[in-house]
T-cell receptor, first 111, second 112 residues
């Protein structure tokens, strides 16, 4: 059974701080990884994806991938209260176009 | 922008009823997916489709069926609704080339 593990949180950070969200995955054949943000009562919204080892930056967001350690992370710089949401990590299942999702980490950014 | 719409935001049905949930996308995406999301269990894949008239079972297909007669439309059918099918149902789409999935707004189904 392919798994994606995330700490459920909540992760609490003050406004302006860096929030660091992490996940690990079990499918060594996974090549692509996705981060979604989900506000309470809403559907998941894609914020970043990463395919290659290393860092990928998009505005205040940086995704990091380490395939050897089977580890993916999302850094949110200058966190804002509007970033308060649940963040879902997903891994593309090898050989398929389906994703396995983690259960999400709740992030709370306090003013 | 990808637009994925679902037929209802909220739905209340009785046990034993046949329930249809519809998903429509306007971006010509090949792949379509149905998930349910429950507290503590996360997103779980019910069925998916790579093309018209094609369907594949996901992780929890029991009690559900699907239909894809047109590329833009993917329907989830609960043949005989049960209370344990009370959940948030989410449709998503993706292309064959990028695998990024885009979600519809979701349907919160309550079966009483």
């Amino acid at each position: 059974q392919k798994e994606v593990e995330q700490n459920s949180g909540p992760l609490s950070v003050p406004e302006g701080a860096i929030a660091s969200l992490n996940c690990t995955y079990s499918d060594r054949g996974s090549q692509s990884f996705f981060w979604y943000r989900q506000y309470s009562g809403k559907s998941p919204e894609l914020i970043m994806f990463i395919y290659s080892n290393g860092d990928k930056e998009d505005g205040r967001f940086t995704a990091q991938l380490n395939k050897a350690s089977q580890y993916v992370s999302l850094l949110i710089r200058d966190s804002q209260p509007s970033d308060s949401a649940t963040y879902l990590c997903a891994a593309l299942n090898s050989g398929y176009s389906t994703l396995t999702f983690g259960k999400g980490t709740m992030l709370l950014v306090s003013p | 922008d990808v637009k994925v719409t679902q037929s209802s935001r909220y739905l209340v049905k009785r046990t034993g009823e046949k329930v249809f949930l519809e998903c429509v996308q306007d971006m010509d995406h090949e792949n379509m997916f149905w998930y349910r999301q429950d507290p503590g269990l996360g997103l779980r894949l019910i069925y998916f489709s790579y093309d018209v008239k094609m369907k594949e079972k996901g992780d929890i297909p029991e009690g559900y069926s699907v239909s894809r007669e047109k590329k833009e439309r993917f329907s989830l059918i609960l043949e005989s609704a049960s209370t344990n099918q009370t959940s948030m149902y989410l449709c998503a789409t993706s292309t064959r080339t990028t695998d990024e999935q885009y979600f519809g707004p979701g349907t919160r189904l309550t079966v009483t």
